[in-house]
Each structure stands twice: as structure tokens, then as C-alpha cells.
């Protein structure tokens, strides 16, 4: 399993890369809990990031607006991202299927990887169900996909989803190419769980800030150093041919 941590400005994404993180992911907590960062920051993260490192840019819960989606999918390849995420809760499934359609569409002749993102949480928002995203990301001919959380209350991932129902959502994934990744308030006491699961990548921000505070922390590259630590003492760094083809894994 690789390290993503996601952070919000080039000194989390310093810390981040000082820590070991395999991944770094631009977003901005300020944005409906999960939301697109700026231009000008996604800019600054890579320009300073390794150009062989992945960059990913979230681009959060996502409106049912496949234009205005695609134009920003289109924007974050201009920025050079290694990979874009598209994340649906209130959207039925048809409009989801559009946007991300579109946001293909619109990364013809860009190296950038489209990833298709749900939510374990999705059923207390009335939204679109998480096991569907393997689905998506198939139809969309996505290349990797995400479940995430969007309740930030104490609950993390696997309180709205068992093992079970995650590892075959990872299995079904990795079965037709995808990269798989899971996050959601994760934190060190989830990685035994998550090692049997196996996600070709695991993302996290409270788990690696101060005081364990997402919003009001900020990352620590000692506090990516221990998480990465602990991922490779139960699983080590997966070297999947599958994954260096999708321009997941940058460090194997």
C-alpha cells in the first residue's frame, strides 16, 4: 500500500514529501469539508513536488454540472496533475456516469489519470451508494477509483462500511486495472484492517497533523514518517505493474 496524504498549501506538501509520503494530494478543507484548492496552490505543490512523484488534485463533491466539471478536470491537467479526483454524493447515478464521461472527454492528449470517488457515508445524505464506483469508474473508463467519508465527526470509513463489503470493492477494482484507494478519518489502529483489504493506496491528513486535528492541524513530516512506517511493517510498498502503467506508484 502507498501513502497519500492530502494537504492544503506548499508547507503541508513540504512536511508531506519530508515524511516519505508516496502521494500528495491537493484539496481544501474549506470547501463543502472536501473541496477543490485553488490554481495558484495546485501550481506551487507541484512545481515543488518531484516531477516523478504523484501529485493527485481532488475536486471534492462535485455539482451535477458536467460542464463546469470537465472545465475543471481540463484545468487541473493544465497544472500538470498526475491524477484528478471526482467525487459524487447527491448525484444519481446516470448524471455521475455524464460528468465523468465528459471529464474524460476533456483530458484527451493529458498524461493526467482520472479517478472516480464516492463516499462510505453516502447513505445518511440520501446519496449515491459507494459500491457503485467500481461501476462508474468502468463505464467512464476511469483509472482508478476512491471511497472516502464526508462525516468528519469522530466516524471514520469503516463505520459505514464493513471489510467485507470494502475488499470486494477493492478486488472488483483491481480485477479490471484500476488503482484502488481508501481514506476517510483513518488512522493507525484501522491499518490491520486495511493491510487485509490491501487498496493499492491509503490516504490520510488527521492521522498526520498535529494533535490528530484535520482542520485546525497542520501536516508533520515525523507524523508521515510514523504512519508510513506502520503501513510498511504490515504491507510493505506493493510493487504492481498495474499500478507503474497508471502513474500511481512513483517511488517503485
Do not use: W
Not at 108 to 117: E, H, R, T
Not at 166 to 186: D, Q, R, W
Not at 191 to 204: K, Q, W
Request: glycine share 6%; with cysteine.
Amino acid at each position: 500500500m502507498l501513502l497519500m496524504v492530502s494537504v492544503q498549501d506548499l508547507n503541508e506538501a513540504v512536511e508531506s514529501v519530508q515524511g516519505g509520503a508516496d502521494i500528495v494530494d491537493v484539496k481544501d478543507l474549506r470547501e463543502v469539508t472536501i473541496g477543490s484548492n485553488v490554481p495558484s496552490v495546485i501550481k506551487e505543490v507541484r512545481e515543488y513536488v518531484p516531477q516523478e512523484m504523484h501529485v493527485s488534485v481532488t475536486l471534492g463533491v462535485v455539482p451535477n454540472q458536467p460542464g463546469t466539471i470537465a472545465m475543471a478536470v481540463y484545468g487541473a491537467a493544465c497544472l500538470n496533475a498526475s491524477s484528478i479526483k471526482v467525487g459524487f454524493l447527491n448525484t444519481e447515478y446516470d448524471m455521475a456516469l455524464t460528468i465523468l464521461k465528459e471529464c474524460k472527454k476533456a483530458l484527451k492528449g493529458f498524461q493526467s489519470k482520472l479517478i472516480a470517488a464516492t463516499f462510505a457515508d453516502a447513505p445518511l445524505y440520501q446519496g449515491l451508494a459507494p459500491e457503485l464506483v467500481v461501476d462508474l469508474a468502468e463505464k467512464a473508463l476511469c483509472n482508478g477509483i476512491l471511497i472516502d467519508t464526508v462525516t468528519k465527526d469522530g466516524r471514520n470509513l469503516f463505520d459505514f462500511m464493513d471489510e467485507k463489503t470494502l475488499k470486494k470493492v477493492v478486488e472488483k477494482g483491481k480485477s479490471l486495472n484500476m488503482s484502488t484507494a481508501l481514506s476517510g478519518s483513518l488512522k493507525i489502529e484501522n491499518f490491520d484492517e486495511l493491510a487485509r483489504i490491501n487498496p493499492h493506496i491509503v490516504g490520510v491528513r488527521g492521522a498526520v497533523c498535529t494533535n490528530q486535528e484535520r482542520e485546525t492541524g497542520h501536516v508533520e513530516a515525523s507524523a508521515v514518517k510514523k504512519v508510513k512506517e506502520e503501513i510498511e511493517k504490515r504491507v510493505g510498498v506493493e510493487r504492481n505493474p498495474i499500478c507503474k502503467s497508471l502513474s500511481i506508484y512513483a517511488s517503485v
